[in-house]
């Protein structure tokens, strides 16, 4: 984008960050490589209580004269949700962006989703998400599955919506319905852009060529809090929004599936691996599936929707 487009709305990029010492040098060399005019967007980066080096590596960032970075401290509630509100509340940008703290967005991203916002009829941006280059079996799973493209949740059912990772809205459209909901843990993407679209006349843009890049999970640990938190969204949202949302294997259906796996799929895989057709991933694509539902159903039976997380902050 240059000058020559007419079109340089003041941006304002909200991160929440927890812990994230390990990302945090890789992000911020992500957004100084950003392609928007610098003297047209500002870098809120929000500390969710952290405990590790997250604070001193935001203090110092914010020295830096080549972007403005302002950091910020959400100490009082511990939640992503709570964080990206306190960036939305100090920020001074016509459209508010949102990506996370171990994304790296490439150097078109910001560029490429606020676009868009031109058109005066689009409230909501939402660009896609590519997995970083995983080692692991179980990262080259969730890549193979796409697990965290904005398509699947573009084609939701009952409405779209975009994750935070990659998403933008226009400061006007906050103003309207208001922000996150603070005290709720999961879900609240859905939720913002649900709100956004049934209260309201704006529609929502998917930009393809907006792209951040995301790393999966690496252990099977993280990979099941990933898909329990899946779960528990489900449960937030059904009774949020009055919507069924809980999908749930039996226990003859997941049988059912593992006994296929074992007495078909696996000896095919197999067979094609002896001749390198195969690798591990085609190997232990059903049982990795299998450990994500099983942990995505028990998301769904425990969670409980706390009284608070029916709060809407407002400007």
Known sequence: MNSDDG?????????PVYNGEMDLPELIESLRSQTYPPHRVEYLLVDNNSRDRTSAILETAAKLDQITIRHLTENQIQSSYAARNKGIRASTGEIIAFTDADCRPESDWLENLVKPFVDLEIGIRAGEILALPGKTILEQHADRQNTLSQK???????CPYGQTANLAVRRLVLQQIGLFRPYLTSGGDADLCWRILRETSYKMYFAENAIVRHRHRSTIKQ?????????ESNKYLHELHSVDLMREFTTGEYFYRLARWLLREFPLAAAKSA???ADLVDLFNTPIGLLNVRARSMGQRQAQLPESAWDIERF
């Open 7 to 15: 079109f340089l709305p003041q941006v304002s990029v909200v991160v």
């Open 152 to 158: 699947h949740t573009l084609a939701h059912p009952f």
């Open 223 to 231: 990979l099941q809090s990933q898909w329990y938190r899946y779960g």
């Open 275 to 277: 001749i390198g057709g």
